[in-house]
């Protein structure tokens, strides 16, 4: 079955530190991938997107994330974190040619001083 | 404007009550989801709407319906609410140039 998985449910990490929130994905082929955050009381915004080509894609607010097919995976980075960057990252996917999108559970991310 | 609006924003229901979600956005797009979204959960798809075209996921397909009487709104309806039903119902839109999805806030749906 096509599923979207985030290993951690909660990360904490210092303020100025990097950070790696994991995602992984089983699909046959290699489908649309994408990262949403939310921000308490808000929906959820878009951070970055592959389709296809350069594995290493660039998002708003510092963020990248890259596509590995071999270990069917696409984790989102960032290389300093700021206060702000804390709420909840959700992973997703979509086939390609298809309508439907499949979350993670998402990673609730806390950044401390 | 690229917001997509939910009403209400908190519902509380009754066991075996209707309950009716509103969602709106107006950027004409032609896709609309629902997305039900539990603590420590995965947003579960429950349907969508390709233009006028009603997609209804198999393991839920019973106990929601959904109409969109034009391409700005969409409506999720539970004919009797159960407390299973008690959670976040998050409504989205797609745009069909870059496969982003726009979200709404949500509605919190509370079954007592």
């Known amino acids: 079955a096509q599923s979207v998985t985030q290993p951690d449910a909660r990360v904490t990490v210092s303020e100025g530190a990097s950070l790696q929130l994991r995602c992984k994905y089983s699909?046959?082929?290699?489908?649309?991938l994408f990262w949403y955050v939310q921000y308490q009381r808000q929906g959820l915004q878009l951070l970055l997107k592959y389709y296809s080509g350069d594995p290493v894609v660039q998002g708003v607010n510092g963020f990248e994330a890259e596509f590995s097919k071999s270990d069917s995976s696409f984790h989102l980075r960032k290389a300093s974190v700021h206060w702000s960057d804390s709420a909840v990252y959700f992973c997703?996917?979509?086939?390609?040619?298809?309508?439907?999108?499949?979350f993670g559970a998402g990673t609730r991310l806390k950044v401390i001083a | 404007d690229t917001t997509v609006k939910q009403n209400p924003r908190y519902k509380l229901a009754r066991v075996g009550k209707p309950v009716n979600l509103i969602c709106s956005q107006t950027m004409n797009h032609d896709t609309m989801y629902w997305y039900q979204k539990k603590p420590n959960q995965a947003p579960k798809l429950l349907l969508f709407?390709?233009?006028?075209?009603?997609?209804r996921e198999a393991d839920t397909f019973e106990k929601f319906q959904s109409s969109r009487p034009n391409n700005s709104f969409c409506s999720l309806y539970i004919g009797s609410a159960g407390l299973e039903y008690s959670a976040m119902y998050l409504c989205?839109?797609?745009?069909?140039?870059?496969?982003?999805?726009?979200f709404g806030e949500g509605s919190k749906l509370t079954v007592l």
């Open positions: 709407y390709y233009d006028k075209i009603l997609n």
């Open positions: 989205a839109s797609r745009d069909t140039n870059t496969g982003q999805l726009y």
């Open positions: 699909y046959s082929g290699t489908p649309y």
């Open positions: 997703a996917a979509s086939p390609t040619g298809n309508y439907k999108y499949v």
